[in-house]
């Protein structure tokens, strides 16, 4: 079946920093979606893209849809604590159903 | 009611007994979605349902797991003979038509087979 490989697995954080997240697939997507999980929660809509090269901003965040439709990346700027949790790729081809990728465990710098 | 609701949060059984999970997805949203969340990773695709039509299946992973929905309603999903390798969280999320990046999900429900 398709398999989103999302990088890194984990990262450290210190508040002001810039990250940058990353999926690629071995398939082509329709539409690309990044998702925030907090602790207990279940993940929220932070960002959908839809169209090969688009490049869409929320606040302090940018993602880019690749223009192969193979992969994503996601920035966020300036980081906050508030910013800690999971975040996850999610890439839909045919169907209402999303494949997620493993997500990136974003933490804070000790 | 406003939100996707999950019940129980958490479920601690034995194992080879049966669970049931429940989810009250929001009102209106006639596509419902569960997934699988093992420890650390990322959210395994299980079954979706689409107004009156037939549930894609596909990613059950056995016999053992089967899903209902009831209308556009309430669904459930039970996990016969549960095993350890069962445990993890499991997510309800709904959606309105054809807008399935509108997924909202509810807070799951941790299961835990000992």
């Known amino acids: 079946g398709q398999q989103l490989n999302q990088s890194p697995q984990s990262m450290f954080i210190q508040e002001g920093e810039d990250v940058s997240m990353n999926c690629t697939s071995s398939s082509i997507f329709n539409t690309w979606l990044w998702y925030k999980q907090d602790p207990g929660e279940g993940p929220v809509l932070l960002i959908a893209?839809?169209?090969?090269?688009e490049l869409t901003s929320n606040g302090r965040l940018t993602a880019q849809f690749g223009i192969t439709r193979k992969d994503s990346f996601l920035n966020i700027s300036a980081s906050i604590p508030s910013d800690v949790g999971i975040y996850f790729c999610?890439?839909?081809?045919?169907?209402?159903?999303?494949?997620f990728g493993g997500g990136t465990r974003v933490l804070v710098k000790p | 009611g406003a939100g996707v609701s999950q019940s129980p949060s958490n479920k601690v059984t034995e194992k080879g007994k049966d669970v049931e999970l429940r989810c009250d997805p929001i009102s209106g949203h006639t596509a419902l979605y569960w997934y699988r969340q093992r420890l650390g990773q990322g959210l395994e695709f299980l079954i979706y349902f689409q107004g009156n039509s037939a549930p894609d299946k596909s990613g059950l992973p056995s016999d053992r797991f089967s899903a209902e929905r009831t209308g556009e309603s309430v669904s459930t999903l039970t996990i016969q003979r549960t095993q350890q390798e069962d445990s993890a969280v499991y997510l309800c999320?709904?959606?309105?038509?054809?807008?399935?990046?509108?997924?909202?999900f509810g807070s799951g429900t941790r299961l835990t087979v000992v």
């Open positions: 893209l839809y169209k090969a090269g």
């Open positions: 999610a890439g839909q081809a045919a169907g209402n159903k999303l494949t």
């Open positions: 999320a709904s959606s309105s038509p054809g807008a399935f990046w509108g997924y909202t």
